[in-house]
């Protein structure tokens, strides 16, 4: 009986390892093989696959190159790489994976700078993220969403006086080139108010990541920022990829109870890549060479952005975006105004004149602001706008000298008052100015122009003329 006892457990444990064999086992895969490459599009016949899954393309003496489904058709699958394609030859085996992409999340990523694929290349060895988070993320139910009713502190006087921004607010940045974008950009990953900071580096120059980095985030900075770098030399899927990870991330800690602050630097760039690749796989343009799907995307990137539910975190968002030749009515521009929670432009005039942050104070809004301040905040806001405006309005001829100083009550009173208010907009980039030092500023400038106001005797306290104006001569 021992012996058949024995022989009986050696049965069952060879059943054991066959069976452990058979589930650890990898599915059989159906390969094709590359029929066709124009630019960076390449089609694969013989091979079925989804959206998004992830192909290895096998050519003798190459080692395997990855590529990602972006299309098919009745029997052919479109691919676009996500690297180097060089040596890929006619009729390579193409192998589906059966996998997707995925953003490594956790705490571990604090310090580090990944690439659209995920892996470090900061050269501080491997990166010990178990956590993976899908790349479409999670969308939050706007129902459940908390409200924004509470003031971020982003360190910048022109922003925390004027502009308000609330946690969980997605703003715009509209700048051209050589603006001091990322200066600013730089100035609020340091200054604000945020548990974590993660930046996304999308389809700019490769040198402006470590100087980023280096020059502008800082080490300081960085012990609580994570970095999403993928230059414009990478491919339009890595672009897309970088700007999802760094979504992705910045969710993983929101729901983990953080308020985050993501800095995407540029919501044009990621655009242009869904652009190059929709164009790739043959769909129509239809606003300024943009296809409808880049529309599509938009809104689906920025909305995973804001307020998560109850008992959550928050992700406070700023999106550049770029206004070739200062255009301010790009296709791109105008669909982000739509979508997003406010915008703050950037004016080159500004700019050259040596004034920063170059904040074009008339052109930008916060959509929130009535919800984060007191009433008596937004009527010194109102009351700044209204000078400032004035004096826009009428600068040609206060510049020629055309202006009769009297002829006006308004006028005169932003005359005196214009260079104190670009005092007070002006900020040093190593500068930081607090919500409440911000707020306490622009209540003693308010209060020097109703003083102004009393001596005078020409405007009330809301600017309104108490006399009729002298007629210009």
């Given amino acids: ?14 059943l054991r390892q066959c069976r452990t064999r058979l ?14 490459m124009v630019g960076l599009t390449i089609e694969a016949a013989g091979c079925q696959a989804a959206l998004g899954t992830r192909c290895r393309i096998h050519s003798p003496g190459m080692s395997p190159a990855e590529a990602e489904v972006v299309g098919f058709g009745s029997d052919h699958l479109y691919l676009m790489p996500t690297g180097n394609l060089q040596g890929i030859g006619p009729n390579a085996r193409v192998e589906p994976t059966g996998q997707v992409y995925a ?15 995920g892996k470090p290349i900061d050269g501080r060895g491997k990166l010990d993220a178990s956590d993976k988070m899908p790349l479409n993320g999670r969308m939050v139910n706007p129902v459940e969403r908390q ?55 999308i389809g700019e120059r490769g040198r402006e ?4 980095i280096d020059n502008i985030l800082g080490a300081e900075g960085m012990k609580r920022a994570v970095v999403v770098a993928v230059p414009a030399d990478q ?6 990829h970088g700007a999802y990870q760094a979504t992705s991330i910045a969710e993983y800690f929101r729901d983990h109870g953080m308020n985050v602050l993501l800095l995407m630097d540029s919501l044009t760039r990621f655009a242009q890549a869904q652009r190059e690749i929709a164009l790739a796989i043959g769909e129509p343009p239809a606003t300024k060479g943009y296809p409808p799907s880049v529309f599509a995307r938009l809104p689906q990137l920025v909305e995973r952005a804001g307020n998560g539910e109850q008992g959550k975190g928050s992700i406070t968002a700023f999106y550049t975006v770029l206004t070739e030749g200062d255009d301010q009515q790009d296709p791109i521009a105008d669909a982000a105004r ?11 005039e500004l700019a050259e004149s040596g004034h920063y942050p170059a904040i074009d104070i008339e052109a930008s809004v916060s959509r929130a602001i009535n919800q984060i301040t007191s009433e008596e905040h937004l009527a010194a806001v109102r009351r700044f706008r209204q000078l400032y405006a004035v004096y826009q309005q ?30 007070f907009l002006a900020q040093g980039m190593n500068e930081s100015v607090s919500w409440e030092e911000s707020r306490a500023e622009l209540e003693v400038l308010i209060d020097q122009v109703r003083r102004l106001a009393e001596v005078a005797g020409g405007v009330d306290a809301a600017g309104n003329p108490t006399q009729s104006p002298v007629p210009m001569s």
Avoid at 209 to 212: A, G, I, P, Y
Avoid at 408 to 414: G, I, L, T
Wanted: glycine letters at 12%; aromatic letters at 4%.
């Fill in 235 to 240: 491919s339009p899927v890595m672009r897309l």
């Fill in 147 to 201: 409200p924004i009713d509470r003031p971020l502190d982003v360190g910048v006087k022109a922003i925390n006086s004027l502009l308000c921004v609330g946690r969980g607010q997605r703003m715009g940045l509209f700048a051209g080139s050589g603006v001091g974008k990322s200066v600013l950009l730089g100035m609020m990953t340091r200054f604000t108010n945020a548990d974590v900071i993660v930046v996304g580096l």
């Fill in 103 to 117: 953003a490594p999340v956790g705490r571990e990523l604090l310090g580090r700078v990944i690439g659209g694929n």
């Fill in 23 to 36: 589930e650890d086992a990898h599915p059989l895969v159906v390969e094709g093989e590359l029929t066709r």
């Fill in 209 to 212: 990541v470590k100087e980023f």
């Fill in 1 to 14: 009986m021992r012996a058949e006892d024995s022989r009986a457990g050696l049965w069952l444990e060879r």
């Fill in 394 to 423: 009428n600068r040609d001829l206060i510049t020629v000298g055309a202006y009769t100083p009297g002829s006006d009550p308004r006028v005169d009173e932003a005359i005196q008052m214009y260079a104190p208010m670009m005092n």
């Fill in 338 to 348: 739509a979508i997003l929670d406010g915008h703050i432009v950037l004016s080159r």
